[in-house]
Antibody, heavy 125, light 108 residues
Framework: QVQLVQSGAEMKKPGASVKVSCKAS????????MHWVRQAPGQGLEWMGL????????LYSQKFQGRITMTRDTSTSTDYMELSSLRSEDTAVYYC??????????????????WGQGTPVTVSS | SSELTQDPVVSVALGQTVRITCQGD??????ASWYQQKPGQAPVLVMY???NRPSGIPDRFSGSSSGNTASLTITGAQAEDEADYYC???????????FGGGTKVTVL
């Protein structure tokens, strides 16, 4: 079955970087974009960006421009999200989620399915 | 506008019907998707492309859309439906995906 497995919890100091991995299985890795979403404690979901595993093109939320880098390794079907210059506000659970899309007569739709299990990242001195 | 607006909290009696709404200009051309999230768990897709239910999602969940509003309806709510629900769409610029603020559904 389609599955996304993320790397384990991380604890970082302010100013450091964190790199989270997301290993995909059960489908053709290069056929679906991958999104990254985060959720701060007690807060809602926040879209961070996406990567096209076929070619590596990326699109980042303006909020994270300059601090975020998404990469992929097609040989291991793994996507990576690296966030630098960490601050306490970056404490959150980080999720990867596979993109799916459809174009209809009156619009288009994108949905995220499945999701990885989440990677907690704690930023604290 | 890139915002999607949801009511923060909704309550429903066990076995009754609850409708969760999501409003935003982008919904006029973007097919919303909906996600259920229970405490300590990753979100789960419960509705996509406005009205499509993924396999494994009970048929008491249904979706609809009109104008700038998308809705997720639970008909005959069960205790296990108590969760946070988020709508999502792509914004009008096409450069961002946006989540609604989430609706906490309490089953009484």
């Amino acid at each position: 079955q389609v599955q996304l497995v993320q790397s384990g919890a991380e604890m970082k100091k302010p100013g450091a970087s964190v790199k989270v991995s997301c290993k995909a299985s059960g489908y053709t890795f290069t056929s679906h974009y991958m999104h990254w979403v985060r959720q701060a404690p007690g807060q809602g979901l926040e879209w961070m960006g996406l990567i096209n595993p076929s070619g590596g093109a990326t699109l980042y939320s303006q909020k994270f421009q300059g601090r975020i880098t998404m990469t992929r390794d097609t040989s291991t079907s793994t996507d990576y999200m690296e966030l630098s210059s960490l601050r306490s506000e970056d404490t959150a659970v980080y999720y990867c989620a596979r993109d799916n899309s459809i174009v209809g007569a009156d619009g288009s739709g994108w949905w995220f399915d499945p999701w990885g299990q989440g990677t907690p990242v704690t930023v604290s001195s | 506008s890139s915002e999607l607006t949801q009511d923060p909290v909704v309550s429903v009696a066990l076995g009754q019907t609850v409708r969760i709404t999501c409003q935003g200009d982008s919904l006029r051309s973007c097919y919303a998707s909906w996600y259920q999230q229970k405490p300590g768990q990753a979100p789960v897709l419960v509705m996509y492309a406005k009205t499509n239910r993924p396999s494994g999602i009970p048929d008491r969940f249904s979706g609809s859309s009109s104008g700038n509003t998308a809705s997720l309806t639970i008909t005959g709510a069960q205790a296990e439906d108590e969760a946070d629900y988020y709508c999502k769409c792509r914004d009008s610029s096409g450069n961002n995906w946006v989540f609604g603020g989430g609706t906490k559904v309490t089953v009484l």
